[in-house]
């Protein structure tokens, strides 16, 4: 008996929350917020939408970014060139490039 008391009152407990909702009007229901708050979330994507209309597109060209050699790299190259010469900077690149190569082997 205590459990059909029980499963009566539930029953009764959700038919009075739904006649409660289905009593409302619409318009007391659904709120439309007319004052946005700006939160961090929506300014962030603010910033990723502008930045996507401002880089031209999301090819993979775009995205890539060509290297440019800093000045103390560019000072290293021409120290390169001038004690080895163009010949000899080019077999030492080679030279490495195999040495990196047997490294990615070795392992």
Known sequence: AA????????V????SD???VQSKADEDLFVLDTNRNESAASL?????????KKGGGDDAASKKRKYEPSEKDMRQI???LEVHGQKGAIDLA??????????RIVK
């Open 3 to 10: 459990e059909t008391y029980k499963e009566l009152e539930e």
């Open 12 to 15: 009764q407990i959700e038919q």
């Open 18 to 20: 739904q006649q409660r």
């Open 44 to 52: 962030k994507a603010a910033a990723r939408a502008k930045n996507n």
């Open 78 to 80: 021409k120290k390169v």
């Open 94 to 103: 080679e030279k490495g490039k195999a040495k990196l190569q047997q490294k």
